[in-house]
């Protein structure tokens, strides 16, 4: 029973180009998050929304934006990719309030490598 | 902003043995502290989780601790199985604000020897 899909598992892209990276969840929750992997420096947050065209800065939003047009998804966008964008991207999304677990799930991810 | 970090960075154990993964927070508001697991090609999976007013949680083979005073959390695996072999997150969250974002640690990767 998958929850949180993410369309791509592995992309390349070239520098310069416009990357599209979309995220679904499936049940119903307010909160969806964009993070980006990397070894030995965590999960660090690009940016995050908490109802449908709204979106906040996370610590890493240079060179990114979002879109929140419905609630089920969320989708990254890398204006004009460059090689230090490479990295693994993880979606996430939170239930609001009222529930007993406040723990995100989350998606496979999707590997970008620019080049 | 919250700031969380996670000790070691790699973890080895032989298979049977018991693994403890600790992390520190710094903002005191923080209030809900979840961890999750990373197997390879895969999303973090939350595994067990913990908020501010209990002081530890068991779930079979794991547990986790929260020293409130010192701000800082623990997770504890015992019986350790090769299965438990992963990349190991903490994270610390106000659970009632900015949507409820985490702030996670940098991981610790776990091997566990058969």
């Known amino acids: 029973d998958v929850k949180v899909t993410q369309s791509s598992r592995y992309l390349v892209k070239r520098t310069g180009e416009k990357v599209f990276l979309e995220c679904v969840q499936d049940?119903?929750?307010?909160?969806m998050f964009w993070y980006r992997q990397d070894p030995g420096l965590g999960l660090r947050l690009i940016y995050f929304?908490?109802?449908?065209?709204?979106?906040e800065k996370g610590d890493i939003p240079e060179g990114y934006s979002v879109s929140r047009e419905k609630k089920e998804r969320f989708s990254l966008i890398l204006e004009s990719a460059s090689t230090n964008q490479t990295s693994m991207y993880l979606c996430?999304?939170?239930?609001?309030?009222?529930?007993?677990?406040?723990?995100?799930?989350f998606g496979s991810g999707t590997r970008l490598t620019v080049v | 902003g919250e700031n969380v970090e996670q000790h070691p960075s790699t973890l080895s154990v032989q298979e049977g043995d018991s693994a403890v993964i600790k992390c520190t927070y710094s903002d005191s508001a923080s209030n809900y502290f979840p961890w999750y697991k990373q197997e390879l090609g895969k999303g973090p999976q939350l595994i067990i989780d913990i908020r501010s007013n209990v002081g530890e949680k068991k779930d079979q083979r794991i547990a986790v601790t929260l020293n409130k005073t010192a701000k800082h959390f623990s997770l504890h695996i015992t019986e350790t199985q090769p299965e438990d072999s992963a990349v190991y997150f903490c994270?610390?969250?106000?659970?009632?604000?900015?949507?409820?974002?985490?702030?996670f640690g940098d991981g610790t990767t776990l091997t566990v020897k058969p």
């Open positions: 049940m119903d929750h307010e909160n």
């Open positions: 994270a610390a969250s106000i659970s009632s604000t900015n949507a409820g974002k985490s702030t």
């Open positions: 996430a999304s939170l239930g609001q309030g009222g529930t007993a677990n406040y723990g995100y799930t």
């Open positions: 929304s908490y109802d449908v065209k709204m979106k």
